[in-house]
């Protein structure tokens, strides 16, 4: 089989953060670590909108934040 999508650059992008993010917290910088996790996750969520549904626009009536 022929995977016809590309992952290269969100797999780099990804690689970088889960770097910045173990480097926080192995520093014990906790609200490094936390805004890097946030941006990750927000970064990741997006990715997955336009792998998923060719957009980075949330689909009509999915709601995939917590409050």
Known sequence: ???L???VEPIDETIDD???IY???RDRDADSAAALMTDHIERTRKQL???V???TSQ?????????
């Open 23 to 25: 480097g926080a917290v």
């Open 5 to 7: 999508l590309t992952f």
């Open 49 to 51: 909108r336009v792998i």
């Open 18 to 20: 889960h770097e910045a």
């Open 59 to 67: 689909p009509p009536g999915q709601d995939f934040t917590r409050s």
């Open 53 to 55: 549904f060719g957009t």
């Open 1 to 3: 089989p022929h995977d």
